[in-house]
T-cell receptor
Framework: KAGVTQTPRYLIKTRGQQVTLSCSPI?????VSWYQQTPGQGLQFLFE?????QRNKGNFPGRFSGRQFSNSRSEMNVSTLELGDSALYLC?????????WGSGANVLTFGAGSRLTVL | AQTVTQSQPEMSVQEAETVTLSCTYD???????LFWYKQPPSRQMILVIR??????QNATENRFSVNFQKAAKSFSLKISDSQLGDAAMYFC?????????????FGEGTQLTVNP
């Protein structure tokens, strides 16, 4: 079955603009997480959505927001872009939200990422 | 808060040899998962292996195995019979099993080079 699909793969924006990134999870997966990857800060958790509700949030400013639709597809938005927002944004999906022992249901499957460059 | 540390920014290995990547973590929780992810130049994160903290037996997946030392909070990855395709950035990651959600805390990564 198809993996996690992220669009667009590459994009260039200028400071002050806003951007929207999209993530389509694996069919049947209901949890979607977003991560930011930069050379300086590494991989940092942005937020997680499950059943159209934000369940967890990382330590990012309010310029970073997201949402999830009824088909589990998710979007993240960054407003008033800054140079430091240049990064690879990774989306990951999992079957469910929870802590079931011994289950692979919580294993994250990542997409190929969206590379954002802010000029 | 949990932290994950990978003290080896870069490692290299000869093809067909064995290499071990180190990872330590800090947590006050007793229930958690640990993972090794691989990120090749394509940038797609690929799950290599996972370990549930309650299991004493070390996980293995073909040429990949871990040495999980819960008391020492150590979780190293051994790659046997290294292949050119193993060259990638490897990330160690922690996930709580005591709180809901799939949030991962990643280490800084180890860049593995495989020499022919």
């Amino acid at each position: 079955k198809a993996g996690v699909t992220q669009t667009p793969r590459y994009l260039i924006k200028t400071r002050g603009q806003q951007v929207t990134l999209s993530c389509s999870p694996i069919s049947g997966h209901r949890s979607v997480s977003w991560y930011q990857q930069t050379p300086g800060q590494g991989l940092q958790f942005l937020f997680e959505y499950f059943s159209e509700t934000q369940r967890n949030k990382g330590n990012f400013p309010g310029r970073f927001s997201g949402r999830q639709f009824s088909n589990s597809r998710s979007e993240m938005n960054v407003s008033t872009l800054e140079l430091g927002d240049s990064a690879l944004y990774l989306c990951a999906s999992s079957l469910q939200l929870g802590t079931a022992w011994g289950s692979g249901a919580n294993v994250l499957t990542f997409g190929a990422g969206s590379r954002l460059t802010v000029l | 808060a949990q932290t994950v540390t990978q003290s080896q920014p870069e490692m290299s290995v000869q093809e067909a040899e064995t290499v071990t990547l180190s990872c330590t973590y800090d947590t006050s929780e007793s229930d958690y998962y640990l993972f090794w992810y691989k990120q090749p130049p394509s940038r797609q994160m690929i799950l290599v292996i996972r370990q549930e903290a309650y299991k004493q037996q070390n996980a293995t997946e073909n040429r990949f195995s871990v040495n999980f030392q819960k008391a020492a909070k150590s979780f190293s990855l051994k790659i046997s019979d290294s292949q050119l395709g193993d060259a990638a950035m490897y990330f160690c990651a922690y996930r709580s099993a005591e709180t809901s959600g799939s949030r991962l805390t990643f280490g800084e990564g180890t860049q593995l080079t495989v020499n022919p």
